[in-house]
């Protein structure tokens, strides 16, 4: 078992490059699919019965479509879009290669999140702005989204932690990062010492992201800073 510094002239550029791989991974698809599923949140609680703009059949559809790609463990999903991956990135492999599965993932998961967090929000907060004449996107940008942003904030570390998991699953069958150095020095060369610095790493990710957003949650609570 070779010291630190050994172990660091060995393996510490891999393990910087695999990093930087897998943080790739993690934002880049994330901030795509926090894109399309804020609104795809907020118009599947627009259209729910009884919402402020009620279409039964546009909801179902909506409803039915993000139920779906939620139910696709994320490892068959990657494997059949694999050419419709092809068709957008030029690729099916490699970073670019998770680009469209980790956000066909990420996306419904977001949505349903963004509709919880919006249905959240006291009815009375949406009703003051009504009653104003706001518009429906008014009603939404100044009472929704604000009065939802704590929770929506604690969501973002929900949904790192999730897409950060997918990105070690894309690494196991050859997407590059942690997780496949993780299993091509672990598992397949038996250098555990390699694997276990990549999950002590994914585990230093996951507290970073929790402890984030968890701060940034407290601060942007007004119901806690009141």
Same mark, same amino acid.
């Given at each position: ?40 949140? +907020? =118009?599947?609680?627009?259209?729910? %019965?009884?919402? /402020? ?6 909801? $179902? @559809?909506?409803?039915? &479509? ?72 008014? +009603? =939404?940008?100044?009472?929704?989204? %604000?009065?939802? /942003? ?6 973002? $570390? @929900?949904?790192?932690? &999730? ?64």
């Amino acid at each position: 078992m070779p010291n630190l510094s050994e172990f660091l002239a060995e393996y510490g550029e891999l393990l910087f490059q695999g990093t930087g791989e897998t943080l790739a991974m993690l934002l880049v698809p994330t901030l795509i699919s926090y894109a399309l599923g804020i609104a795809l949140g +907020v =118009v599947l609680y627009l259209t729910a %019965p009884g919402s /402020l703009r009620p279409v039964r059949a546009l909801n $179902a @559809v909506l409803g039915w &479509a993000v139920n779906i790609c939620r139910s696709f463990p994320f490892i068959v999903l990657m494997v059949s879009i694999i050419p419709l991956t092809r068709l957008i990135m030029g690729t099916g492999s490699g970073i670019l290669g998770t680009i469209p599965p980790l956000v066909l993932s990420a996306t419904p998961f977001i949505a349903r999140m963004v509709e919880q967090s919006l249905a959240e929000v006291p009815r009375e907060s949406v009703e003051a702005v009504e009653a104003c004449g706001a518009s429906v996107p008014r +009603v =939404v940008f100044s009472a929704l989204l %604000p009065e939802a /942003l704590p929770s929506l904030v604690r969501g973002v $570390a @929900v949904v790192l932690i &999730a897409v950060l998991g997918y990105t070690a699953i894309a690494g196991a069958v050859g997407a590059g990062g942690l997780g496949d150095i993780a299993i091509r020095y672990g598992y397949y060369r038996y250098q555990s010492d390699v694997m276990i610095a990549a999950v002590v790493i994914l585990v230093a990710i996951v507290q970073a992201i929790q402890s984030a957003c968890d701060l940034l949650a407290r601060r942007v609570d007004h119901r806690s800073n009141g």
